[in-house]
């Protein structure tokens, strides 16, 4: 119970990885607020009965300034404190993969809008009541993509980059009020959306396996141990990194 009394935010925790994150910090303790667009208000049910925690579900789109002050807001009114940031809402597994010429203008855009501006977003709205606590964990989705030049989703692994450089901006600029920010950078992971989508769970994971030092599926419970150190004490002293966490695929 390393997070008993304390409070974390994760979004796009209505499935898949998410969901996995938000399970699992609440079984640390932790009061959990569960931020999608679906699905928030049933998985948010599910993690409370699982856990005994204390749950809030709430619809949430990240892209939106409005949206994330008021999950900010409404964290602290239901729970007093927002010690926990999980960053974890992106758009990856509906995209089809294709040659940079071939991605339209305007999913490149929406893309953006979710995976850079959900983060930095996110990261604005709960930085205030962090401060004031003196004490918080941020803690970005990145990717291992961008750290090997995977091919043919070139928007997705920009905006994965960007998740890595925007960590150690927010490090710098947060530290001094004793919050770190660090990322996770999962390998293809076979959530519930990934599943989904037949190519990325057929040939696109065949080929990520090949890669990996550990040669087997990766799921969204092999991330989760990660977690839940970058959300603890644990990790007091550590800030702006990049933990890849991919079997061994990308080593740095």
């Known amino acids: 119970m390393k997070l008993k009394g304390r409070t974390a935010i994760v979004t796009g ?58 999950l900010a807001a409404e964290t602290i009114r239901a729970f007093g404190s927002i010690d926990v940031l999980v960053n974890n809402a992106a758009m990856f597994a509906v995209l ?40 918080g964990r941020i803690i970005n989705l990145a990717s291992g993509a961008p750290l090997k030049g995977v091919p043919l989703f070139l928007h997705y692994i920009a905006s994965k980059g960007a998740v890595i450089s925007m960590t150690r901006g927010l490090a710098r600029e947060l530290g001094k009020d004793n919050i770190t920010v660090n990322a996770i950078a999962p390998g293809l992971t076979l959530s519930e959306g990934v599943l989904n989508n037949p190519h ?16 087997r599926d990766e ?34």
């Open 13 to 70: 925790a209505g499935r898949g990885i998410g969901k996995a994150f938000a399970t699992r910090l609440a079984q640390d303790g932790a009061s959990v607020v569960v931020a999608d667009m679906a699905n928030h208000d049933v998985s948010a049910a599910e993690i409370a009965r699982a856990t005994g925690a204390k749950t809030l579900g709430l619809k949430i789109d990240v892209s939106s300034q409005e949206d994330t002050e008021r």
């Open 96 to 135: 089809q993969l294709r040659p940079f010429e071939q991605i339209p203008v305007e999913e490149w855009k929406r893309l953006m809008e979710i995976n850079i501006m959900g983060v930095a977003l996110c990261a604005r709205a709960v930085s205030a009541q962090m401060r004031k606590q003196q004490r």
């Open 200 to 215: 990325h769970a057929g040939l696109n994971n065949e080929a990520s396996i090949r890669t990996r030092a550990l040669p």
């Open 219 to 252: 799921k969204p419970e092999d991330l989760v141990g990660v977690c839940s150190f970058l959300a603890s004490d644990d990790s007091a002293f550590m800030t702006g990194q990049t933990l890849v966490v991919d079997g061994g695929s990308a080593m740095v």
